[in-house]
């Protein structure tokens, strides 16, 4: 039985043209001791997007940086409170002293250094901004590989309603026909197993691996299309999940800078006592209750003025990611180039494949007619694969994430 399968990582392809076959009318599949539910591909990859396990987790993240963002404003108190009893002697220095036993009270804040809650809040910002952006990257990529495992199984699915049309046909020639019938059966089984696999896979990206697997609708007969490369490429300059993501990661490593820069400038910590001497005696004279503040000023110094590798660490991390980014940029001309080659050749292979089935489609009044029309048919489905996969990957390349229409 042929199979066809085309990774997402080595799928590189680009250009469009119509078809010119009409909608085929197939006998609907038929699933033995399997429960399927029909999804269109749209409604497929809204429910994707609401259940899928990492987007979900990506989520939380995000809302969990967003919270942080919120805060991050908030001026560092880090307030202390004190209370000190005494003092108290365990003897008493000399004959007749007597013990106040004064009460003090104390506080003391922190003042930041300049520069640090500003650096702070815009970091978490930035923070905030790349875990969306990267929520969004990775969103894109699992779409596009559901989309890929979606055609699968449709593919999958037309093959076996191809030989059902063949299986059909035959039933006219019982005594010659039963021989190719009989392996048509067999190839059916072998196609709805495969059927069976690739819903599996639909329903594992959703979540839900329950009594009813997922049913793909459609053709596969989507039109050709015509391309400008430096069109793509522009468009996938300002368009690209994954430029938008490498942007945000420089900008939040150049907050992590800044941070890192305002957090060697020297903190204050003012502080206020009170002091309270209840009134006492001592050898014969009285004394009244006396009261007492005072004024507290702490300056730590550290050693940020002399270490000098964290500003040097973080600033290379930013010089990582913006080599990265451009990277990204000058793969984006690659890919879209070979993925513009393979369409072409998409595009003639589909254009054979169409012409042949229509010459085919018009022999059918016998045996060898019906042989030749279920190959073609074959063909055809395989072509269409091959050029759907192609033009959806080389539309979101160029940074084109429209839901595609299989008719």
């Given amino acids: 039985m042929k199979k066809f399968s085309i990774s997402i990582y080595s799928f590189l392809f680009t250009s469009f043209f119509v078809t010119g076959v009409h909608a085929q009318s197939l006998p609907p599949f038929k699933a033995d001791n399997t429960r399927y539910r029909i999804v269109s591909l749209g409604n497929y990859l809204s429910e994707l997007n609401e259940e899928n396990a990492n987007l979900k987790i990506r989520r939380l993240n995000i809302a969990s940086a ?43 804040v922190t003042i930041e250094g300049w520069g640090k809650r500003s650096a702070r809040e815009a970091q978490a910002q930035a923070d905030a901004k790349r875990k969306l952006a990267e929520m969004i990257t990775e969103g894109k990529a699992i779409e596009t590989e559901a989309i890929f495992n979606y055609i699968d199984a449709l593919r999958t699915k037309l093959l076996w309603q191809s030989y059902q049309e063949a299986i059909d046909a035959l039933n006219q020639y019982r005594a010659s026909g039963s021989t190719q019938a009989a392996e048509f059966i067999a190839a059916q089984k072998v196609l709805a197993n495969d059927l069976k696999y690739y819903s599996y896979g639909m329903a594992n990206f959703v979540g839900k691996t329950g009594s009813e697997l997922i049913m793909p609708v459609g053709t596969l007969n ?152 279920r190959d073609a048919e074959y063909e055809l489905f395989d072509a269409r694969t091959v050029h759907a996969k192609t033009l959806i990957l080389l539309e979101r390349l160029s940074g084109n994430f429209e839901v595609p229409n299989l008719h």
């Fill in 222 to 373: 989507i039109e050709a299309k015509n391309f400008k490369v430096d069109d793509l490429i522009a468009r996938a300059q300002e368009n690209r999940a994954d430029i938008a993501s490498g942007q945000a990661a420089v900008e939040s490593a150049a907050a992590n800078l800044e941070v890192v820069k305002a957090s060697k400038n020297i903190d204050f910590l003012p502080g206020v006592y009170y002091t309270q001497t209840p009134s006492y005696a001592s050898s014969g004279i009285n004394y009244g209750t006396q009261q007492a503040f005072s004024f507290l000023l702490n300056v730590p110094l550290g050693n940020g003025f002399l270490v000098n590798s964290d500003v040097t660490t973080a600033a290379n991390s930013q010089a990582e990611l913006e080599v990265s980014l451009m990277a990204t940029k000058a793969k984006i001309v690659t890919e879209i180039n070979q993925t513009y080659l393979q369409y072409q050749s998409a595009k003639e292979r589909l254009e054979a494949a169409t012409k042949a089935y229509n010459q085919a489609k018009m022999s059918k009044n016998n045996i060898q007619g019906i042989l030749r029309f």
């Fill in 66 to 108: 967003d919270a942080n963002a919120k805060d991050a404003g908030m001026p560092y108190l880090s307030p202390i409170l004190t209370y000190a009893r005494g003092s108290m002697y365990t003897q008493a220095p000399y004959a007749g002293y007597t013990n106040p036993a004064s009460n003090t009270l104390g506080a003391m």
